[in-house]
């Protein structure tokens, strides 16, 4: 029923946009366990980051104990282009489920790059500017990361190596050209300019590559690049902090109109849209000021949280990079080919895992054809095009809805809509056509990858 009270759209003053991030992580009694160094097994100290990560993001990245850490007004000039992003009222899905459900939509798909990852692009180029550095490499997937990272660099004017995930560089030209738009360089991974991409070229011929796989190059061509340093898209805490704006202003949106959440949802690759969409909630889960569901939805067949296991994991498929302590499916798991909505990565935020070790989360994952089936509803009576990962998160709302609809609660839920889908009309059409379904893997193929976890602790 509309409430005429709220409007379609809440949105922001400029002024009203947060002034810090918030950093969960200080609230957390248990914390996050570190990243180990994985020649030592000890946790990796800031000198050893600095190597690959920017001072300050290495700072960023160990901060257990500040709550909150100001945005400089660089960072925030910048987001005042396409931020802030509004919190949306579903008043025409809710009426299209009959249900009695209140439901709102952070949407993050108004920038160019169409999605979240510009909140955590822009404070990385930014801090990689004002040290001094030249450029910064890293690796894309379906080319969300790479194309906002390449905005943000064209703005500081800092150089740009992205290392795409081959299969993507060949069936998403246009992703590509949008990088090569803003200035980056663009190369297929794995290639032979690193070390690292010879050697899986020369064991696995004709592979179309992995993200796990791209990483590694991506570290190798930063560490051996005088002035560059390499940045991730998502996993690291340092991500999370960033994206806490998504969550920031969330919250002091539905405080104006004195709502609070029931249930917080969104969807989980590394983690980094959730983690932000839930910080300032999960903070008042922490100190006992809200109690909240918060649930992360991931797709079937890369199924980290729901079938992988809480351990040390390399973060890349080269296993150069540090090791984590997350749910993960194996550093060489690779979803199967026909899977098409993303959420592709095989660990998870170390922050989000131990929130769910810790029971403080849920989880759920979805087949791809009811996503795409939510993204197609969706999009008829919200108007927006959803990129694929954005429809899990629309898929488990409608589910907890449809519940609604059952009970007769008129809970609240609110869920990250982090982008919109205009690359992925590939993916659209294998839907249409029929050509999609929707692989599970067994759990013989996940005890395989299992088996090779390094054995830690
Ligand atoms: C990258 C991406 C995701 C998944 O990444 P997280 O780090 O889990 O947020 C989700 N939605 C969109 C639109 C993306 O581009």
Redesign the pocket.
């Known amino acids: 029923m509309k409430d005429l009270r709220i409007p379609y759209k809440i949105y922001l003053e400029e002024n009203e946009m947060p002034e810090a991030w918030y950093n969960v992580r200080a609230d957390m009694k248990k914390k996050p366990a570190p990243l180990l160094n994985p020649g030592t097994l000890q946790p990796m100290r800031a000198e050893e980051l600095g190597g690959v990560f920017c001072e300050e993001l290495v700072q960023q990245e160990l901060n257990d104990t500040d709550p909150y850490i100001p945005i400089p007004q660089e960072i925030r000039d910048f987001y005042r282009m396409y931020r802030p992003s509004p919190l949306v009222r579903a008043y025409c899905l809710e009426e299209k489920l009959q249900t009695p459900a209140h439901i709102y939509y952070k949407f993050?798909?108004n920038n160019t790059s169409?999605?979240?990852?510009l909140n955590s692009a822009i404070a990385q180029a930014y801090y990689a500017k004002e040290q001094g550095l030249k450029g910064v490499t890293t690796e894309t997937g379906?080319g969300?990361?790479g194309t906002a990272l390449s905005m943000a660099c064209a703005y500081f004017g800092l150089d740009c190596k992205v290392f795409m995930v081959r299969v993507s560089y060949e069936q998403k030209p246009f992703r590509r050209e949008v990088m090569r738009t803003y200035g980056a360089s663009v190369t297929p991974s794995p290639s032979s300019t690193t070390a690292v991409g010879r050697k899986i070229l020369e064991e696995h011929p004709g592979t179309t590559g992995s993200l796990g796989c791209a990483i590694s190059e991506a570290v190798e061509a930063a560490v051996g690049t005088p002035g560059y340093r390499y940045v991730l898209?998502?996993?690291l805490n340092q991500?999370l902090l960033h994206?806490s704006v998504i969550g920031l202003e969330t919250k002091a949106a539905l405080d104006k109109y004195g709502i609070r959440p029931d249930v917080i949802i969104?969807?989980?690759?590394?983690?980094?849209?959730?983690g932000g969409l839930i910080a300032p909630f999960m903070g008042q889960k922490l100190r006992g000021e809200a109690d909240p569901r918060i649930i992360a939805v991931e797709p079937v067949s890369c199924p980290s949280f729901t079938r992988g296991v809480y351990a040390y994991d390399f973060c890349d498929t080269g296993m150069v990079c540090p090791l984590a302590k997350m749910y993960t499916l194996g550093s060489d798991f690779i979803p199967a080919p026909n899977h098409a909505g993303?959420?592709r990565y095989h660990g998870m935020?170390p922050i989000l895992s131990e929130l769910y070790a810790q029971g403080l989360m849920e989880a759920v994952a979805v087949p791809q054809t009811a996503v795409f089936e939510a993204a197609e509803q969706f999009a008829r009576v919200e108007g927006i095009l959803p990129?694929p990962?954005?429809a899990h998160a629309i898929k488990a709302a409608m589910d907890e809805a449809l519940k609604c609809r059952e009970t007769g609660e008129a809970k609240t839920i609110v869920f990250g809509l982090?982008?919109t889908g205009y690359f992925d009309l590939t993916a659209y059409e294998k839907f249409h056509d029929g050509k999609m379904d929707d692989y599970v893997p067994t759990d013989g193929e996940l005890a395989q990858y299992r088996a090779r976890l390094p054995q830690i602790g």
């Open positions: 993050e798909g169409g999605s979240h990852k379906a969300q990361w898209g998502s996993v991500v994206q969104g969807c989980a690759g590394g983690g980094s849209n959730l993303g959420l935020s990129a990962e954005s982090t982008g």
